[in-house]
């Protein structure tokens, strides 16, 4: 484990290799699992604010879950997106090839609003784990992912370095700078 600004970073964040590769997992992680993506407290209010925004891109059976359902709330408080009956993300969409698609995320594209997407999404695979004393950085290691782990490993794309905007989006660019340079040393000392 590694500490940068007081967040505690696990070392597969750094040693292991990620990309995305939409075209061989279709979006997985938007159907996948056993409940709606993690939101901010924030998050749920900037859809409560924008539904309207939103809606226009979604299929029916999304506009029609959140009209009156825009986040779920776990019995812990934590707030989730709500799932349609095939347990896809409500914000999720198929775009021409069959791949899953976040519609904030299209939406934002467009221009039409500041939120990427929800900030646990931008930074999969990496998940936060909070407690009063601390913050952890955790690689979330999935099989779904496979793909994206062998797209980074031939491109030789670290975890944190994939998610560079998701991780200056979170913490800033003071941080990630921080974290690029304590995990270029480390790679160039464990030769990764």
């Not at 029916?60 to 019995?75: H, V």
């Amino acid at each position: 484990m590694l500490e940068v600004q007081g967040k505690i970073i696990s070392l597969e964040v750094i040693e292991n290799r990620f990309v995305c590769d939409l075209k061989a997992c279709k979006g997985a992680c938007c159907i996948e699992g056993d409940g709606g993506a993690p939101l901010e407290t924030a998050e749920v209010e900037w859809l409560n604010q924008n539904i309207d925004l939103i809606t226009p891109v979604l299929d029916e059976e999304g506009k029609s879950l959140a009209q009156t359902q825009r986040a779920t709330q776990a019995d812990d408080g934590a707030f989730h997106t709500p799932l349609k009956a095939d347990g896809a993300c409500i914000y999720s969409i198929r775009d021409a090839m069959g791949i899953l698609q976040c519609s904030i995320e299209q939406v934002y594209k467009k221009g039409s609003t500041t939120l990427i997407k929800p900030i646990s999404c931008h930074l999969y695979p990496i998940r936060i784990h909070k407690s009063e004393n601390w913050e952890a950085l955790n690689y979330d290691r999935w099989d779904i992912c496979n793909p994206a782990c062998t797209q980074g490993a031939k491109l030789k794309v670290p975890v944190y370095r994939f998610l560079q905007s998701a991780l200056i989006r979170k913490y800033g660019e003071e941080f990630y700078q921080e974290l690029d340079d304590i995990a270029s040393q480390w790679i160039s000392e464990t030769q990764l």
